[in-house]
């Protein structure tokens, strides 16, 4: 049973306009969230996290916002840019640290000029 | 500055032969992870050490696979008597707890 789930394997959007990316989780005991972003040839980096006692977390133009009730998350990407393209991994883990986090199987962001 | 580091970037090699890959963490980090990523999967925990204390080996697939972190710092994983179905792409994470620093990774296809 996988306990993260990204349903969407692709989105593609057009620059300028908002990217939502969804995630959702089985597991209850998950406290801590993260978002990855991975280009091609490269190991993922962090984006940004919200942990379970927030329902939303802003950096500049990535906001993640959190619903517990229905276990999901989402990533709001505005305004999109080309240079956003990559593919993006959900994250969950327990006890607020990141290790051993579950990841979901991504979803791959095209942004067209 | 420097991040973690994974060699080699790319390995091939035959089925049945045995394989080491190698990671150097970011200095300071006392947690290290190892994830492998399957074509079109996310990412698969596989070992966890953290400090001086004995690793998590809870998501080793099989007992052919082994890792060893020396003198808290570089680390190798081992794959003995390597199959098809051990090829993906293996990462290395070191953590200060709030996120993952991850490689570029190891590419291991297996013929």
């Known amino acids: 049973d996988q306990q993260v789930k990204q349903n969407s394997p692709s989105l593609s959007v057009q620059e300028g306009r908002i990217s939502i990316l969804n995630c959702d989780y089985t597991?209850?005991?998950?406290?801590?969230f993260l978002w990855y972003k991975k280009y091609p040839a490269e190991g993922p980096t962090f984006l940004i996290s919200?942990?379970?006692?927030?329902d939303k977390n802003e950096d500049g133009r990535f906001t993640v916002f959190l619903n517990k009730s229905a276990k999901h998350l989402s990533l709001h990407i505005v305004p999109s840019q080309p240079g956003d393209s990559a593919v993006y991994f959900c994250a969950a883990s327990e006890e607020y640290d990141a290790g051993k986090s579950t990841f979901g199987d991504g979803t791959t962001l095209t942004v067209k000029p | 500055g420097a991040g973690v580091s994974q060699s080699p970037s790319n390995k091939v090699t035959e089925k049945g032969k045995d394989v080491e890959l190698r990671c150097d963490p970011i200095?300071?980090?006392?947690?290290l992870y190892w994830y492998r990523q399957s074509l079109g999967q996310g990412l698969e925990f596989l070992i966890y050490f953290q400090g001086n204390s004995a690793p998590d080996k809870s998501g080793l697939p099989s007992d052919r696979f082994s890792a060893e972190r020396t003198g808290g710092s570089v680390s190798t994983l081992t794959i003995q008597r390597t199959q098809q179905e051990d090829s993906a792409v293996y990462f290395c994470?070191?953590?200060?707890?709030?996120?993952?620093?991850f490689g570029n990774g190891t590419r291991l296809t297996v013929t």
């Open positions: 919200i942990s379970s006692i927030k």
């Open positions: 597991n209850s005991m998950f406290d801590y």
């Open positions: 200095s300071g980090h006392t947690a």
């Open positions: 994470a070191s953590s200060v707890r709030t996120d993952l620093h």
